[in-house]
């Protein structure tokens, strides 16, 4: 008898539970679209912005293009000052 009334709650809970999966499905909003930089573009920004009260800057959105890389680009950034 007890299994009775238990058994009702547990179906229910367990229908209440499968309402909120989506399979993967992407019904929500959908991402962000990417915007494309160069990492010595992106490397050059932090540098210029290295402030102790600087915001962080957001990455998870770039599309970070490695291709046309200057490997002669960074030597200005970290040479000595005199």
């Known amino acids: 008898m007890k299994a009775m009334k238990i058994l009702p709650l547990l179906a229910a809970g367990v229908l209440l539970a499968a309402c909120g ?5 992407n019904s929500g909003t959908p991402p962000p679209a990417q915007q494309s930089v160069t990492l010595n573009t992106l490397v050059r920004n932090a540098f210029s912005n290295t402030s102790d009260t600087a915001e962080p800057t957001p990455i998870n959105n770039l599309k970070i293009d ?7 680009a960074y030597n200005d950034l970290l040479k000595p000052t005199s």
């Open 66 to 72: 490695i291709t046309s890389e200057d490997s002669a």
């Open 21 to 25: 999966r989506n399979n993967g499905n």
